[in-house]
């Protein structure tokens, strides 16, 4: 029986970096990182620190495994986040007094406060980024079904 031999990469490979979505939600994902970058400089964040405070302006008083369910990052990931947070005066952290395993993570006066210039943020990267509200629905609608479907594929695989 023979086995049919493996492409040879080069030119005529049939494997292009421009025909995967996935390199495109990844190239994607750096150029957001580029123009936040400056914008999330100016209020003292980096891009992980800035959703867990848009997170928190959105509901605040959340314990620390709701909001990381809600940021789709795992305790070992938010932790660390959340104690450079409380470091900034932004957050506190405090065990919850009914069930002292559950830490409940607050807005200090300082971190409701940042909302404000936190919320020029979208438009500014809206503006720059040139698309309009409809386009901006519909990606993210399209986005949200891909998420949707690879959730599904992951859970098909365990």
């Known amino acids: 029986?023979?086995?049919?031999?493996?492409?040879?990469p080069g030119p005529a490979s049939p494997l292009k970096l421009d025909d995967?979505?996935?390199?495109?939600?990844y190239s994607a994902g750096h150029a957001f990182n580029r123009l936040?970058?400056?914008?999330?400089?100016?209020?003292?964040?980096?891009?992980?620190?800035?959703?867990?405070?848009?997170a928190l302006w959105e509901a605040d008083d959340r314990t620390v495994g709701a909001l990381g369910e809600r940021l789709g990052l795992e305790s070992n990931t938010l932790t660390p986040l959340l104690k450079r947070l409380e470091g900034m005066g932004l957050v506190r952290r405090d065990r919850?007094?009914?069930?002292?395993?559950v830490v409940?993570?607050?807005?200090t006066d300082k971190g409701r406060r940042l909302e404000g210039p936190a919320?020029?943020?979208?438009?500014?990267?809206?503006?720059a980024s040139g698309?309009?509200?409809?386009?901006v629905g519909r990606i993210r609608g399209e986005i949200a079904a891909l998420n949707a479907a690879l959730a599904r594929a992951e859970q098909v695989r365990a």
């Open 20 to 25: 995967f979505l996935c390199f495109a939600v």
């Open 104 to 107: 409940r993570v607050r807005l």
């Open 36 to 54: 936040y970058r400056p914008l999330l400089d100016k209020l003292g964040l980096t891009y992980p620190q800035y959703l867990a405070m848009v």
């Open 131 to 135: 698309l309009d509200l409809a386009a």
């Open 119 to 127: 919320c020029a943020v979208p438009a500014e990267l809206m503006a």
């Open 96 to 101: 919850d007094p009914r069930d002292e395993r």
């Open 1 to 8: 029986m023979s086995q049919t031999p493996a492409p040879t």
